[in-house]
């Protein structure tokens, strides 16, 4: 599914489509089950059938025997050309499955099992730490690659500042990564008797100043989480502007993208000079670059999306939405504290919403500028 939405997610989809089969898991043909499954392996498929098996006995014979195809299934999966998380067990029996039918569009008489998560052991080398859009410090655990499912990984996220004082790592530490949802690495610390004696290796210490800018950190109250506090970070303003073009549904914006070529607002992102672009993206990605712009420059948005989308902290679609029913957006980007002030009136509107639209619109006013 992830993999789906991925590639035709991209511009270069129509090229990939032929590669993608959709499989429909039923027929409206009044077949028994096992001939319907011949029937969608036979014409709906490119090589990879629907793997199945009917079994029959007693409660304790199909339990054993579901168990032996479960564990086969899963012992298996290193070895296919294709990707799979489980099995499915149904019943076969027309009048069974007639009489339990479905819950909307879900079958009441089949049930999916999922596999255990794959698991493999790594050596645990240093931190990196990114800064989102709110200023969350986030640290990113490296480790020598491993391989899952044909995917290498040699690093992931582990949250939060409580996390990375909970894991209290060192570098050679050794680690146990769990693949979750076949989809992303879960990373804990391995069992004492699987560590080296007498690392010499520190203790991996939290920055007390912002990675990106310098600046110091703020933490929670809870103390388990960091912030940057300096609204013009320059990583906070690459995922505010890439979160800008997200919301809009503005596709192959990634914060990688607008780190390369150095975009720090909204403005120069309009303005971008098409040369530079090319010597830095290339030709091709350049075109796909302009593209987008020109979407974005062209597409009629709500207000409220638009500013849903720039990026004031904790503020959703929604509210704005109910802020636009009394107020006009040039009246917001143009407006005072004594006009933001007088958003109290409005039924969920609080006070705290209200004070972040006042204290972050100097920081944004060229960004509501150039929409407007």
């Given at each position: 599914?992830n993999?789906?939405i991925?590639?035709?997610?991209g511009?270069?989809?129509r090229r990939?489509?032929?590669?993608?089969?959709p499989v429909?898991?039923e027929?409206?043909l009044n077949?028994?089950r096992?001939?319907?499954?011949?029937?969608?392996?036979?014409?709906y498929?490119?090589?990879i059938?629907m793997?199945?098996?009917?079994?029959?006995g007693?409660?304790?014979?199909?339990l054993?025997q579901?168990k032996?195809?479960t564990e086969?299934?899963?012992?298996?999966?290193?070895?296919?050309?294709?990707?799979?998380?489980?099995i499915v067990?149904?019943?076969?029996?027309?009048s069974?499955?007639?009489?339990?039918?479905?819950?909307?569009a879900?079958p009441e008489?089949?049930i999916a099992?999922?596999?255990?998560p794959?698991?493999q052991?790594?050596t645990?080398?240093?931190?990196?730490?990114s800064?989102?859009q709110t200023?969350r410090i986030t640290?990113m655990a490296?480790?020598q690659?491993?391989?899952?499912?044909?995917?290498?990984h040699d690093?992931?996220t582990?949250?939060?500042?409580?996390?990375?004082?909970?894991l209290?790592?060192?570098?050679?530490?050794?680690?146990l990564?769990?693949?979750s949802?076949?989809?992303?690495?879960?990373?804990?610390?391995?069992?004492?008797?699987l560590q080296?004696?007498?690392?010499p290796?520190?203790?991996?210490e939290?920055?007390?100043?912002?990675?990106a800018?310098?600046?110091?950190?703020?933490m929670?109250?809870s103390?388990?989480t960091?912030?940057c506090?300096?609204?013009?970070?320059p990583e906070?303003?690459i995922?505010?502007i890439?979160n800008f073009?997200?919301?809009?549904?503005?596709?192959d914006?990634s914060t990688e993208?607008?780190?390369?070529l150095?975009?720090?607002s909204l403005r120069?992102?309009?303005?971008y000079?098409q040369?530079?672009?090319?010597?830095?993206?290339?030709?091709?990605e350049?075109?796909?670059?302009?593209?987008?712009i020109?979407?974005?420059?062209s597409?009629?948005y709500?207000d409220?999306?638009?500013l849903?989308?720039?990026?004031?902290t904790?503020?959703?679609t929604?509210t704005?939405?109910k802020?636009?029913q009394?107020m006009?957006?040039?009246?917001?980007?143009?407006?005072n504290?004594n006009?933001?002030s007088?958003l109290?009136?409005?039924?969920?509107?609080g006070?705290?919403t209200?004070?972040?639209?006042?204290?972050?619109?100097?920081f944004l006013?060229?960004?509501?500028?150039t929409?407007?």
């Open positions: 599914r993999a789906v991925g590639i035709l997610g511009l270069d989809a990939i489509r032929d590669y993608l089969t429909p898991l027929t409206s077949l028994p096992s001939q319907e499954l011949e029937f969608l392996n036979k014409y498929t490119k090589g059938d793997r199945s098996v009917e079994v029959h007693s409660y304790a014979e199909v054993y579901l032996r195809f086969e299934a899963n012992g298996l999966r290193a070895f296919m050309n294709f990707q799979y998380d489980g067990v149904e019943y076969t029996d027309q069974i499955r007639e009489r339990l039918g479905k819950r909307g879900v008489y089949s099992v999922k596999f255990p794959m698991r052991y790594s645990f080398t240093h931190y990196t730490f800064v989102g200023g640290p490296h480790f690659p491993v391989e899952f499912l044909g995917a290498i690093k992931t582990v949250h939060s500042l409580k996390r990375f004082r909970d209290e790592l060192h570098s050679g530490d050794k680690v990564l769990t693949l949802n076949d989809v992303i690495v879960y990373l804990t610390k391995a069992p004492s008797d080296p004696k007498d690392n290796a520190p203790l991996e939290f920055p007390d100043t912002c990675p800018c310098g600046e110091p950190l703020m929670s109250d103390g388990d960091a912030f506090v300096n609204f013009n970070c906070r303003v995922a505010r890439a073009l997200a919301k809009l549904n503005i596709k914006f993208t607008i780190r390369a150095g975009i720090k120069q992102l309009m303005n000079p040369k530079e672009a090319e010597r830095i993206l290339g030709p091709i350049a075109q796909n670059f302009y593209s987008r020109q979407e974005l420059k597409k009629m709500p409220y999306r638009i849903g989308a720039v990026g004031f904790g503020i959703s929604e704005w939405r802020i636009l009394h006009k957006y040039a009246d917001i980007i143009h407006g504290e006009t933001m007088g109290h009136f409005i039924k969920g509107i006070m705290k209200i004070e972040t639209i006042i204290y972050e619109k100097p006013q060229d960004d509501l500028d929409v407007y």
